[in-house]
């Protein structure tokens, strides 16, 4: 997979590669008439792509503790994951945030690299879909995701759910990144 994994121009791609974390996040909305009945629809287009400046071996010993995301960041304030089932549930407060809000979803536990998909089954984002891309590049670790969600409007304006979302995610792989290069394993 390599770098070859993330679907930007070239200049991106470069400063991703020279250690920048890039996030985006573009939410559009719509009125739908299914059923007869006027509805609001929103839908989210989200990536995320950062270098890890370690391996993906030493990076994903620390990053892979999913259940212990409340120890690594200020406002994932509930981490637990449930092996047998795959399941993640934070419970995320931030002053970003509108109100405290909880993520439940779906992702194998992250220990290799490799492809993991994920998805949300429950709560406004219901059926967000996603994958996150995991590879070496020149000995370090690459992280690319990308997430697509349509549904029911959230109640956020599309441009507070864009700020929002794309900023937690940037200011979490900072943190994690930060993290997991000084880490006593």
Same mark, same amino acid.
């Given at each position: 997979m390599g770098a070859n994994v993330l679907p930007y121009k070239k200049n991106l791609k470069e400063k991703i590669l020279n250690g920048e974390i890039f996030s985006e996040s573009k939410v559009s909305s719509s009125k739908s008439a299914a059923s007869g009945f006027k509805t609001e629809i929103q839908e989210l287009r989200f990536t995320i792509a950062g270098l890890h400046p370690k391996s993906c071996n030493y990076a994903l010993k620390k990053l892979s503790l999913y259940e212990n995301y409340h120890q690594f960041l200020d406002f994932v304030k509930v981490s637990r994951y449930e092996e047998k089932t795959q399941e993640i549930?934070?419970?995320?407060? +931030?002053?970003?945030?509108?109100?405290?809000?909880?993520?439940?979803?779906?992702?194998?536990? !992250?220990?290799?690299?490799?492809?993991?998909?994920? !998805?949300?089954?429950?709560?406004?984002?219901?059926?967000?879909?996603?994958? !996150?891309?995991?590879?070496? +590049?020149?000995?370090?670790?690459?992280?690319?995701?990308?997430?697509?969600?349509?549904?029911? +409007?959230?109640?956020?304006?599309?441009?507070? /759910?864009?700020? /929002?979302?794309?900023?937690?995610?940037?200011?979490?792989?900072?943190?994690? /990144?930060?993290?997991?290069?000084?880490?006593? +394993?």
């Amino acid at each position: 997979m390599g770098a070859n994994v993330l679907p930007y121009k070239k200049n991106l791609k470069e400063k991703i590669l020279n250690g920048e974390i890039f996030s985006e996040s573009k939410v559009s909305s719509s009125k739908s008439a299914a059923s007869g009945f006027k509805t609001e629809i929103q839908e989210l287009r989200f990536t995320i792509a950062g270098l890890h400046p370690k391996s993906c071996n030493y990076a994903l010993k620390k990053l892979s503790l999913y259940e212990n995301y409340h120890q690594f960041l200020d406002f994932v304030k509930v981490s637990r994951y449930e092996e047998k089932t795959q399941e993640i549930d934070y419970l995320l407060s +931030h002053a970003l945030l509108p109100y405290d809000m909880r993520l439940i979803f779906k992702l194998p536990r !992250i220990d290799k690299e490799g492809i993991y998909p994920f !998805i949300f089954e429950i709560g406004i984002l219901k059926n967000l879909q996603g994958t !996150i891309y995991v590879t070496s +590049h020149k000995n370090r670790c690459l992280f690319f995701t990308k997430a697509d969600w349509r549904g029911i +409007h959230t109640g956020f304006p599309n441009v507070v /759910f864009e700020f /929002f979302s794309q900023a937690l995610a940037k200011m979490s792989m900072e943190s994690l /990144f930060r993290l997991s290069t000084t880490l006593g +394993h």
